[in-house]
């Protein structure tokens, strides 16, 4: 799981590039589920759907933090939209020591956010469509297909050739640079990370990767 120092060069030098069975297995469906049943990542601020809906609901007892979806609002959701879960850099061990292993390399605070799609037949259209991010991202497949689309920071036509068109299964990753225009075109149920890296921000203000042991 750790690029070469071709692939460092190309992302120190805001270079796309695709990896073939880069790193697999880097989180389950099933840890998802468990997530999506702890409040605290179902937080409004931390879990999105896209296209985003406004919705309300009723506080319940016990709640510290009021602003969590329901589980009943959580379970309609994830089966109609494309949903992520940002702030998911300590989901485990894997995807901590990845962020650090960034971190140190390319000096960027790193984040990861987790993509998913339940829906077979959701169409490009429902998500996120061509766009660009104003951070570099490094996508990993966990579970799934997609075919991912990397253009050039020119705003894309239809005529425009990708730069990289990739189908995209468990381990593949590719690297894409702030600013780069890009889109997803998911092939089945699918989940990914997005490993977000802020050239904005200094280092000093990264997490503590630390891991607790028991």
């Given at each position: 799981?750790?690029?070469?120092?071709?692939?460092?060069?190309?992302?120190?030098?805001?270079k796309p590039f695709f990896i073939k069975n880069f790193y697999p297995n880097l989180i389950s469906f099933?840890?998802?589920e468990h997530l999506l049943?702890?409040?605290?990542?179902?937080?409004?601020?931390?879990?999105?759907?896209?296209?985003?809906?406004?919705?309300?609901?009723?506080?319940?007892?016990?709640?510290?933090?009021?602003?969590c979806y329901p589980p009943n609002l959580i379970n309609k959701i994830i089966k109609e939209k494309v949903c992520y879960i940002q702030d998911c850099s300590r989901v485990n061990k894997k995807i901590?020591?990845?962020?650090?292993?960034?971190?140190?390399?390319?000096?960027?605070?790193?984040?990861?956010?987790?993509?998913?799609?339940?829906?077979?037949?959701q169409t490009d259209k429902k998500g996120f469509g061509i766009h660009k991010d104003t951070q570099d991202n490094v996508i990993i497949c966990s579970e799934g297909s997609f075919i991912i689309q990397v253009f050039s920071k020119e705003t894309p036509t239809n005529k425009s050739k990708p730069l990289i068109?990739?189908?995209?299964?468990?381990?593949?990753?590719?690297?894409?640079?702030n600013q780069f225009y890009h889109?997803?075109?998911?092939?089945?149920?699918?989940?990914?990370?997005?490993?977000c890296l802020a050239p904005y921000e200094k280092i000093e203000y990264?997490?503590?990767?630390?891991?607790?042991?028991l």
């Open positions: 799981m750790k690029f070469n120092k071709s692939q460092i060069k190309q992302i120190k030098n805001s099933k840890e998802i049943n702890l409040r605290p990542f179902v937080n409004a601020q931390r879990f999105h759907a896209i296209p985003p809906k406004k919705v309300q609901w009723t506080d319940t007892a016990w709640l510290t933090d009021v602003n901590n020591s990845f962020c650090d292993y960034l971190e140190k390399i390319i000096n960027f605070p790193s984040d990861a956010h987790l993509y998913f799609s339940l829906n077979e037949k068109e990739e189908t995209m299964n468990n381990g593949d990753a590719v690297h894409i640079p889109r997803i075109k998911p092939l089945s149920k699918r989940l990914s990370v997005s490993f990264a997490q503590n990767r630390d891991w607790i042991k």
